[in-house]
């Protein structure tokens, strides 16, 4: 999703070096945010770039993102083991901390800037059909750059995964580490039996929003879905956003798990680090260290005990091919001698939407860029921390909705909603089409003529697709992108049930809520689809395969499973089958996407996976971990 773009208002589109051309508020919010309010909100200091290193660690964590950042905090509270953390990336910035600025970072220094692969099936109204997917390269990795949705899953994900062949991973054990993690300051939440205070992870919603997402809530309502916690009891239903952020700020797995515990003299994190390759002795069979470059110096650090992948979903498969861990056929391809052959890299499963759909209304209530005032409004957000700059990128109501495939009596919805006040017109064109790669022909023709024009979406998401893509490596070559094959729409099923999505949602528009703005459905068509008739299954489905929309959720790439599953890279303690000393912690782990944002199931992941090491190195009893 990328409507954080749309808040930004004109004098800050450059955000420094970040975002191009700075302008000369930027700076100054910079500095107001530095001198006035950023250490209040957070005491700790930053992270420690920490030089020269160790030769050798105990452990040695690649990757501080949503998962790395977690499991180096709980390794590190065993005060006998020290700990490396390898980031690839520097530290966050005052711009990552402002949650509406997240658009401004994709496509920025601290984004790896990906794209799919051209496939003919999806992204077609992209710059050579190939879809953006921003992946954070930085101290708290895509929890830096995301929209902080704040979405653990459906219980029966969790229930699928420990029926594949995973003890431990039901959703009543998970549930523990979502609690874990958790300091749920939504005052309705306070006594759920689902939510826990006094965890790291501080979770809010924002304390800004538009009349449009209370309309959305009573429209699903009207539908007849209840106003309910997706994350308690049942995941059917409609709610206000919550997100990971604290008092207006985001709240990055950084700031929330490193920041705090910067001084624990066992802990080391190395920033700017590349990882090149995971060291194994080929007579053992066992990971002894990590081979990276920092600022232009190739240096190798020994692991004692266990190296832990945690670069994601995209890096932890390429990783483990550089260090010859994968499909024997594709590394011999590449060069690349073999050490184990894994089902590395297959598995990748995304959540994919439909974009571009925009209710059109008459009063004044949407996020329009124009319209804000960018000194009252900065002030407004540097001062009390709220204001339109705390939208958790635009997204303020989310749905769980079932179309005619799900299983109604089930409570396990097959499409999510992402509703925003605003839509790829709203910030006349200065980020949104940049940062989804949108042509110009679609632009202008569809999006030109109502710039800055009051409008609202739903982005109908799919939640569990049948389709599956790889990740394969482009050389031999670490500092080569790897090749993504998402493979979008492979299955006709998630375009049918895709399909549905966007007819409910525009059920959504048609409620008696909405009868106040005056809202209608714009009606100008993509040029891809103008030989269709505007709202038949078959304009959709052109829709659905023009604005393809991803919100960059890539999971599945070095599979959980046990030994006798073929398909599977590592166990159900996350350690990878056939070498010793290593383990994945991240989402690439998944035997199947969670159905809703995954960020909060890496978190829980991070905290899982930390208990299984600290029990496999017999300082957990087995009764403590879930």
Same mark, same amino acid.
């Given at each position: 999703?990328?409507?954080?773009?749309?808040?930004?208002?004109?004098?800050?589109?450059?955000?420094?070096?970040?975002?191009?051309?700075?302008?000369?508020?930027?700076?100054?919010?910079?500095?107001?945010?530095?001198?006035?309010?950023?250490?209040?909100?957070?005491?700790?200091?930053?992270?420690?770039?920490?030089?020269?290193?160790?030769?050798?660690?105990?452990?040695?964590?690649?990757?501080?993102?949503?998962?790395?950042?977690?499991?180096?905090?709980?390794?590190?509270?065993?005060?006998?083991?020290?700990?490396?953390?390898?980031?690839?990336?520097?530290?966050?910035?005052?711009?990552?901390?402002?949650?509406?600025?997240?658009?401004?970072?994709?496509?920025?220094?601290?984004?790896?800037?990906?794209? #799919?692969?051209?496939?003919?099936?999806?992204?077609?109204?992209? @710059? !050579?059909? &190939? +879809? %953006?997917?921003?992946?954070?390269?930085?101290?708290?990795?895509?929890?830096?750059?995301?929209?902080?949705?704040?979405?653990?899953?459906?219980?029966?994900?969790?229930?699928?995964?420990?029926?594949?062949?995973?003890?431990?991973?039901?959703?009543?054990?998970?549930?523990?580490?979502?609690?874990?993690?958790?300091?749920?300051?939504?005052?309705?939440?306070?006594?759920?039996?689902?939510?826990?205070?006094?965890?790291?992870?501080?979770?809010?919603?924002?304390?800004?929003?538009?009349?449009?997402?209370?309309?959305?809530?009573?429209?699903?309502?009207?539908?007849?879905?209840?106003?309910?916690?997706?994350?308690?009891?049942?995941? #059917?239903?409609?709610?206000?956003?919550?997100?990971?952020?604290? @008092? !207006?700020? &985001? +709240? %990055?797995?950084?700031?929330?798990?490193?920041?705090?515990?910067?001084?624990?003299?066992?802990?080391?994190?190395?920033?700017?680090?590349?990882?090149?390759?995971?060291?194994?002795?080929?007579?053992?069979?066992?990971?002894?260290?990590?081979?990276?470059?920092?600022?232009?110096?190739?240096?190798?650090?020994?692991?004692?005990?266990?190296?832990?992948?945690?670069?994601?979903?995209?890096?932890?498969?390429?990783?483990?091919?550089?260090?010859?861990?994968?499909?024997?056929?594709?590394?011999?391809?590449?060069?690349?001698?073999?050490?184990?052959?894994?089902?590395?890299?297959?598995?990748?499963?995304?959540?994919?939407?439909?974009?571009?759909?925009?209710?059109?209304?008459?009063?004044?209530?949407?996020?329009?860029?124009?319209?804000?005032?960018?000194?009252?409004?900065?002030?407004?957000?540097?001062?009390?921390?709220?204001?339109?700059?705390?939208?958790?990128?635009?997204?303020?109501?989310?749905?769980?909705?079932?179309?005619?495939?799900?299983?109604?009596?089930?409570?396990?919805?097959?499409?999510?909603?992402?509703?925003?006040?605003?839509?790829?017109?709203?910030?006349?064109?200065?980020?949104?089409?940049?940062?989804?790669?949108?042509?110009?022909?679609?632009?202008?023709?569809?999006?030109?003529?109502?710039?800055?024009?009051?409008?609202?979406?739903?982005?109908?998401?799919?939640?569990?697709?049948?389709?599956?893509?790889?990740?394969?490596?482009?050389?031999?070559?670490?500092?080569?992108?790897?090749?993504?094959?998402?493979?979008?729409?492979?299955?006709?099923?998630?375009?049918?049930?895709?399909?549905?999505?966007?007819?409910?949602?525009?059920?959504?528009?048609?409620?008696?809520?909405?009868?106040?703005?005056?809202?209608?459905?714009?009606?100008?068509?993509?040029?891809?689809?103008?030989?269709?008739?505007?709202?038949?299954?078959?304009?959709?489905?052109?829709?659905?395969?023009?604005?393809?929309?991803?919100?960059?959720?890539?999971?599945?790439?070095?599979?959980?499973?046990?030994?006798?599953?073929?398909?599977?890279?590592?166990?159900?303690?996350?350690?990878?089958?056939?070498?010793?000393?290593?383990?994945?912690?991240?989402?690439?782990?998944?035997?199947?996407?969670?159905?809703?944002?995954?960020?909060?199931?890496?978190?829980?992941?991070?905290?899982?996976?930390?208990?299984?090491?600290?029990?496999?190195?017999?300082?957990?009893?087995?009764?403590?971990?879930?």
């Amino acid at each position: 999703m990328v409507f954080s773009a749309i808040v930004v208002t004109s004098a800050l589109k450059g955000a420094i070096g970040l975002m191009g051309t700075g302008l000369w508020l930027v700076p100054l919010l910079i500095a107001s945010l530095s001198y006035y309010r950023y250490d209040q909100l957070d005491p700790e200091s930053r992270p420690i770039d920490k030089y020269p290193l160790y030769s050798d660690y105990d452990f040695i964590v690649i990757g501080g993102g949503s998962a790395g950042a977690v499991v180096t905090n709980r390794l590190s509270e065993i005060p006998d083991w020290n700990v490396l953390l390898l980031e690839a990336g520097p530290d966050e910035n005052e711009i990552t901390d402002v949650p509406s600025l997240a658009a401004y970072l994709q496509l920025s220094k601290l984004d790896w800037k990906y794209k #799919t692969e051209a496939t003919g099936k999806a992204c077609l109204a992209m @710059k !050579g059909g &190939r +879809c %953006s997917w921003p992946r954070g390269k930085v101290l708290g990795g895509s929890s830096s750059l995301n929209y902080m949705l704040y979405v653990r899953g459906n219980k029966q994900d969790y229930d699928h995964w420990e029926s594949l062949g995973n003890p431990g991973w039901g959703y009543d054990q998970v549930l523990h580490y979502f609690k874990k993690s958790e300091d749920n300051r939504n005052p309705y939440l306070r006594r759920s039996p689902y939510h826990a205070t006094g965890g790291y992870l501080t979770i809010q919603e924002s304390p800004w929003k538009t009349p449009l997402v209370v309309a959305f809530v009573q429209a699903g309502v009207e539908m007849g879905y209840e106003n309910r916690d997706i994350n308690g009891e049942r995941q #059917t239903g409609f709610m206000i956003s919550q997100g990971t952020i604290r @008092k !207006g700020s &985001r +709240c %990055s797995t950084a700031k929330a798990f490193l920041r705090p515990v910067r001084l624990r003299k066992n802990i080391h994190i190395a920033m700017n680090s590349h990882v090149t390759r995971i060291v194994i002795d080929p007579l053992t069979m066992r990971a002894t260290g990590v081979e990276f470059v920092r600022n232009g110096h190739r240096q190798i650090a020994k692991a004692r005990k266990e190296v832990i992948l945690s670069a994601g979903a995209v890096n932890s498969p390429q990783i483990l091919m550089l260090s010859g861990i994968g499909p024997k056929e594709h590394l011999q391809h590449v060069g690349v001698p073999i050490v184990k052959d894994l089902r590395v890299g297959d598995n990748l499963q995304d959540h994919i939407g439909m974009g571009g759909l925009t209710f059109l209304i008459d009063k004044p209530v949407a996020i329009v860029q124009d319209r804000f005032q960018p000194v009252p409004m900065m002030m407004h957000y540097v001062v009390n921390g709220r204001g339109p700059m705390t939208t958790l990128g635009g997204v303020e109501g989310y749905a769980f909705v079932n179309t005619k495939y799900a299983n109604h009596s089930a409570d396990y919805p097959d499409v999510q909603f992402h509703m925003a006040p605003a839509s790829i017109n709203s910030d006349g064109g200065a980020q949104v089409r940049k940062v989804l790669g949108l042509t110009d022909q679609v632009y202008n023709t569809v999006f030109r003529p109502i710039n800055n024009r009051d409008s609202w979406t739903v982005m109908p998401l799919l939640l569990r697709p049948k389709s599956r893509g790889t990740i394969r490596l482009r050389s031999s070559n670490p500092f080569h992108s790897p090749i993504i094959n998402a493979n979008y729409f492979s299955d006709p099923m998630d375009i049918a049930v895709l399909v549905e999505g966007a007819k409910i949602a525009m059920k959504v528009n048609e409620a008696k809520a909405f009868k106040q703005f005056g809202s209608r459905v714009y009606r100008v068509k993509l040029p891809g689809c103008r030989h269709l008739k505007f709202g038949t299954d078959a304009y959709w489905e052109c829709q659905i395969r023009h604005i393809s929309m991803t919100i960059y959720h890539p999971v599945g790439t070095a599979k959980m499973g046990p030994y006798s599953d073929p398909t599977a890279v590592v166990d159900p303690r996350l350690r990878v089958h056939g070498i010793a000393g290593l383990r994945v912690v991240d989402a690439s782990i998944m035997p199947t996407i969670s159905s809703g944002n995954t960020n909060a199931p890496v978190i829980m992941i991070g905290e899982k996976g930390a208990d299984l090491i600290k029990q496999d190195w017999s300082v957990l009893p087995s009764s403590a971990v879930h």
